[in-house]
């Protein structure tokens, strides 16, 4: 374990699991810069090629710790300046990582919390997991993306309630909302999305990369300028040598063998 995370490895793939359960998993300021390292250290690694984000104990991660922020001085510290140092370059990260991001939410996802599970690209949560725009409550803004990602998933009227009556709502809520993938029984959430996780480490890699990057992009794009990226991007995905064998084990009535490379 290294400062409040640890990382374990699967075939192909990682689990990066916030570990400071008697917190529930709050975030310091050493926990986002080791957190940030793991994807950065992932996306080099050429034999990762899928990640999964959890939460050790009962809380995925209750946000900021308040604890660590008070200590500061609440009224003279520049959260700006937190904001743009440990949040903002990890949720980038996140979004524009090459690999796909899986994020099983254990438990409790409140203010940069759930925005962080928000960040991931599919997220299961446990039946008994919760999401809460906590800020609010703390005369805070949701940040870590979350004026950006809420609208998004859930719609406008959707995401101002959220963010400004700091409700929690429950796992099967965010589901049938589209703010996450899927709830599921708290029994089978890992079992599930390390599934998941391995099948994602299976796939071509590359091509995923390109179906973020469309995906992400297509948030400030006109349709003219999204079909123009679609033909680039695909494009680069029709040389891939993965294109050709998944073209090919498709003729051949077979399961296709990915290399994950473009
Ligand atoms: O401020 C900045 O730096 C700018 C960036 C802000 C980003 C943000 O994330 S702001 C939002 C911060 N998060 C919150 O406001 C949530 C605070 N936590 C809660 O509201 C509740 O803990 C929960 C609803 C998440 C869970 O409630 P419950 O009853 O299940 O657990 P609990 O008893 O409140 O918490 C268990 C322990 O975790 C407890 O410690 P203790 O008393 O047993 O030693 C509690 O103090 C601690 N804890 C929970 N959340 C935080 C925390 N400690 C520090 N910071 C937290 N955010």
């Known amino acids: ?51 999964l984000l959890t939460g050790a ?21 520049d959260l700006g300046a ?5 949040y903002n370059p990890l949720i980038r990260l996140i979004r524009t990582h090459p690999l796909p991001v899986v994020c099983a939410v254990n438990g409790i996802a409140a203010g940069a919390g759930a925005n962080l599970a928000l960040a991931c690209d599919i997220v299961l949560a446990g039946r008994s997991a919760s999401f809460v725009q ?31 009556l700091a409700e929690k709502i429950s796992a099967d809520q965010a589901a049938e909302w589209g703010m996450i993938w899927r709830a599921v029984a708290d029994d089978t959430l890992m079992a599930e999305a390390e599934k998941l996780t391995a099948y994602l480490a299976q796939q071509p890699t590359a091509t995923l990369g390109l179906i973020k990057r469309a995906l992400l992009a297509s948030a400030g794009n006109d349709l003219d300028t999204q079909l123009a990226l679609e033909r680039d991007l695909q494009r680069e995905a029709g040389r891939s040598g993965d294109y050709a064998e998944g073209a090919r084990a498709f003729l051949e009535k077979r399961p296709p063998r990915f290399t994950g490379r473009v």
């Open 82 to 86: 937190l904001v743009e140092e440990l």
């Open 1 to 51: 374990m290294v400062a409040g995370i640890s990382i374990t490895t699967g075939d192909g793939y990682r689990i990066i699991t916030l570990n400071r359960p008697e917190k529930l998993n709050a975030t310091t300021a050493t926990m986002l810069r080791a957190l940030r390292a793991a994807f950065e250290d992932a996306a080099h690694d050429r034999t990762c090629r899928a990640l």
């Open 134 to 164: 906590a800020f609010a409550r703390i005369a805070l803004i949701p940040d870590a993306g979350g004026t950006w990602v809420l609208p998004r998933l859930v719609g406008d009227a959707r995401a101002r309630a959220l963010a400004l």
């Open 57 to 77: 104990g009962r809380g995925f991660c209750a946000g900021q710790d308040l604890a660590a922020v008070n200590t500061i001085d609440a009224a003279s510290a």
